[in-house]
């Protein structure tokens, strides 16, 4: 059974605290973008109706990593300091990368702006969850057989 104690909840790195609140703002774009999409995005952007499913795209990634960056960082602060330690952190910061570039290509886009940082985003996350997957294999440790 894993514990959580007093000290892993109220003396986070910097590190992790940097991430959450990267994560929840991040998250409170997204809420906040989603709204707009809802309620009269297609009326202000010039691509209209594609614009919306650009935002929704764009708000369901946004959100969805955020929320990857939150749970990573904490499994990361729950390591010990070394590779896997690293590795997630590593992770955290492409997730964060990912929830910040993609999202805001689409933005973009929605409003005639560019799209190269597209590419970027969607490499970023997709390398954040490989580095993650990387790191929870590194934490294994193969059980002992008597």
Excluded: C
């Excluded at 997204?30 to 999409?37: C, D, G, I, M």
């Excluded at 691509?47 to 929704?56: L, N, R, S």
């Excluded at 390591?79 to 997630?88: F, K, N, W, Y």
Aim: positive net charge; aromatic residues 8%; charged residues 10%.
């Amino acid at each position: 059974m894993v514990r959580i104690t007093k000290d892993m909840i109220m003396n986070p790195s910097r590190f992790a605290v940097g991430s959450y609140a990267f994560g929840a703002l991040s998250a409170l774009v997204s809420a906040a973008l989603a709204a707009l999409t809802t309620h009269g995005l297609a009326g202000l952007a010039p691509a209209g109706d594609q614009a919306v499913e650009w935002f929704k795209i764009a708000t369901s990634f946004q959100m969805n990593h955020a929320l990857g960056l939150i749970v990573v960082t904490a499994i990361a602060e729950r390591l010990d300091a070394g590779q896997a330690r690293t590795l997630m952190r590593a992770a955290a910061v492409l997730l964060g990368a990912g929830a910040l570039l993609f999202p805001a290509a689409l933005y973009s886009l929605s409003f005639g702006g560019p799209v190269f940082l597209a590419p970027y985003g969607g490499i970023a996350a997709m390398a954040g969850w490989a580095l993650f997957g990387v790191a929870v294999l590194v934490t294994l440790k193969p059980k002992t057989t008597e």
